[in-house]
């Protein structure tokens, strides 16, 4: 089963407007990523963030986790045409091995 | 620095035929190897994963199998395809930790 839940489904916005997509997961976890895939792609790592860390930056990327709420956001700022694609949270349950789970995606329009 | 391929990038087969795609590491050494499978609009789901040559894990339960013959090679076969393996099929690699790094995929149809 689907360890990571992404809200919302779809997304679109301007260029220039800010992107803020959500993640929700069910049992503790070691970190949570964040992927990116252009569509027919495969994805791209983004940012990694730790159990112990409550936010993270990253160039125009921003990665908060609030581990008593089981939640993450990525928030992208001042979004470019280029971003549109989909992007996934994965996350590393604690205690498991090599078993991070995929999310089923947040897909992002940006309108030039 | 590390790169990982698969091929072919679209197969389109009949049902029943056999199937064998292969995925390639470079740069480095004793990878984890992962096979996923996206179908259309959705997440991934996790196929197979390895830690080591002839080492395989399944996860799901199907007509697929996976084989690793050499350290940075990963095959995923089937003997007969079904209409419900159609779908994107994802290899990836990490160095032993989380973060994976993906290759470009299979588009598979199967008619």
């Known amino acids: 089963s689907q360890q990571g839940e992404e809200d919302p489904q779809a997304l679109s916005i301007q260029e220039g407007e800010n992107a803020t997509m959500n993640c929700s997961y069910k049992t503790s976890i070691n970190n949570l990523q964040w992927y990116r895939q252009n569509s027919g792609r495969g994805l791209v790592h983004l940012i990694l963030i730790r159990s112990n860390e409550r936010e993270k930056h990253s160039g125009r990327l921003r990665v908060t986790l609030d581990t008593s709420k089981k939640s993450s956001s990525l928030l992208i700022t001042a979004s470019r045409a280029a971003d549109t694609a989909s992007y996934f949270c994965a996350t590393d349950p604690s205690g498991g091995y090599q078993k991070v789970t995929f999310g089923t995606g947040t897909k992002l329009q940006v309108i030039p | 620095s590390q790169t990982i391929h698969q091929w072919p990038a679209t197969l389109v087969q009949p049902v029943g035929s056999p199937l064998s795609l292969e995925c390639t590491v470079e740069?480095?050494?004793?990878?984890?190897l992962y096979w996923y499978r996206q179908a259309a609009g959705r997440g991934l789901q996790l196929l197979f994963y390895?830690?080591?040559?002839?080492?395989i894990s399944s996860e799901v339960p199907q007509n697929l199998s996976a084989s690793r013959p050499q350290d940075r090679q990963f095959i995923l076969s089937s003997k007969k395809l079904l209409l419900s393996d159609s779908g994107f099929y994802l290899c990836?690699?990490?160095?032993?930790?989380?973060?994976?790094?993906f290759g470009p995929g299979t588009r598979l149809t199967v008619l």
């Open positions: 740069g480095t050494s004793n990878p984890n």
């Open positions: 990836a690699w990490s160095a032993g930790g989380t973060t994976q790094y």
């Open positions: 390895s830690v080591g040559i002839g080492q």
